[in-house]
């Protein structure tokens, strides 16, 4: 399967920017999609931003023309461009990768892999 693991969240005033990278391992020719969680105090996990399987990208509304989802393939690794942040925006963002791939018994091993999350805070 695949291993994620994010990096690049921190403390941030108002307006603000971050990235966040997510570096995947393991069988990451296997991956379909990617994209971008958080969950807020207090709220369920949320989608933020995603590579859709046709390669386009889609936002939620909440994020949409502040937050910019890109990909280095060489380096397997996704980021999260976090522009004009807001207190709101204040969340433990998580990576995820949709995929699957034939094991040696020649069945079909579909997975959901998440990364461990890194914590954004947002201050007034």
């Known amino acids: 399967q695949v291993q994620l693991v994010e990096s690049g969240g921190g403390l941030v005033q108002s307006g603000g920017s971050l990235r966040l990278s997510c570096l995947a391992s393991?069988?990451?020719?296997?991956?379909?999609?990617m994209g971008w969680y958080r969950q807020r105090p207090g709220l369920q996990r949320e989608e933020v931003a995603k590579?859709?399987?046709?390669?386009?990208?889609d936002y939620d509304n909440s994020v949409r023309g502040r937050f910019a989802i890109s990909r280095d393939t060489a380096k397997n690794t996704m980021y999260l461009h976090m522009n004009n942040l807001k207190p709101e925006d204040t969340a433990v963002y998580y990576c995820?990768?949709?995929?699957?791939?034939?094991?040696?018994?020649?069945?079909?091993?579909?997975?959901?892999?998440w990364g461990q999350g890194t914590q954004v805070t947002v201050s007034p």
């Open positions: 393991g069988r990451t020719d296997s991956i379909n999609t």
């Open positions: 590579f859709t399987s046709g390669g386009s990208t």
């Open positions: 995820n990768a949709l995929g699957g791939y034939y094991n040696g018994q020649g069945e079909r091993v579909e997975y959901k892999s």
